[in-house]
Structure formats: structure tokens, C-alpha cells
């Protein structure tokens, strides 16, 4: 598998209002988009660090899985992200090494990029996503 680089680290938060001092006034991040990816049921925060970003993962339902993962874990780091040239690829050569996965097809997620997941029991127990950049971005 091609790796270009940590493209994100995702971390849930309860609340992205109460975390953004820490980051901004703290770190002296900027924080330079946010969003809300519905079919995720989650609100995003991003700020960037070198080429690597910061993702701050706010539940918007109690039935989306940061919901859950605070409610298991409590907040903190929730996945890391690596920036791959093909998605699909990646996922179909993980597939071929026994990796179980999560997500089976690319799908669309936070800022235009095209997203999949490897399950943790496969990873260490790290939640890890593999992402580029959307076609239409």
C-alpha cells in the first residue's frame, strides 16, 4: 500500500465550541473550516499543522458512532487518516492481506474527500482511514 503522508488525526470531542481555545489560543492553530457531514452524523472542525490536519469530530445525534466512542472511551483520538493515490486500491490490497474492513467501496466524507475505513481488530486496534481527494474537488 502507497502512503503519501498522515493526511489527519481524528479526535471526538463532545462539544468543538468548548475545544476550539485550546487549539486556537493554546497551540495558535487556526481553525479554518467547519462542517457538518450528515450522513455521518457528525460535525467537524480542521486545522492544519505542516501538510497534516487536526479534525475535531463532534457527535450531532446520539446514535452516531462518535457518540458511541465518547460514550465507551470518553474523548480523545478517535482514528488516524493517511492520504493514499487510490482509495479503492488500497482497500482492495488490504482485503488481499486479510485485513477486514469497514468500509468494502470509497465513500465521500469531511472536506470533498473520498474516505474508507480498516477495522481496528485488523490494525492494532487503531481505527485507520484511507483518503484522497474527491474527483470533483
Known amino acids: 500500500m502507497e502512503l503519501t503522508h498522515i493526511e489527519h488525526l481524528g479526535i471526538a470531542v463532545k462539544s468543538i465550541e468548548a475545544n476550539l481555545p485550546y487549539y486556537e489560543k493554546v497551540l495558535g ?5 467547519i462542517e457538518v457531514v450528515a ?6 472542525a480542521f486545522f492544519k499543522v505542516g501538510q497534516t490536519k487536526i479534525e475535531l469530530l463532534e457527535p450531532t445525534s446520539e ?3 462518535i457518540a458511541k466512542f465518547i460514550e465507551k472511551k470518553g474523548e480523545g483520538v478517535h482514528h488516524i487518516a493517511f492520504a493514499v ?3 479503492q486500491a488500497a482497500l ?7 485485513v477486514n474492513l469497514i468500509d468494502k467501496a470509497p465513500r ?7 474516505i474508507a475505513f480498516l477495522h481496528p481488530k485488523s490494525t492494532g486496534s487503531v481505527l485507520t482511514e484511507l483518503c484522497m481527494e474527491g474527483k470533483d474537488k
Open 108 to 114: 465521500k466524507g469531511a472536506e470533498g474527500l473520498e
Open 29 to 33: 492553530l487556526k481553525c479554518y473550516n
Open 63 to 65: 446514535d452516531s458512532t
Open 39 to 44: 450522513d455521518q452524523k457528525v460535525r467537524t
Open 85 to 87: 493515490p487510490d482509495v
Open 92 to 98: 482492495d490490497e488490504a482485503a488481499e492481506l486479510g
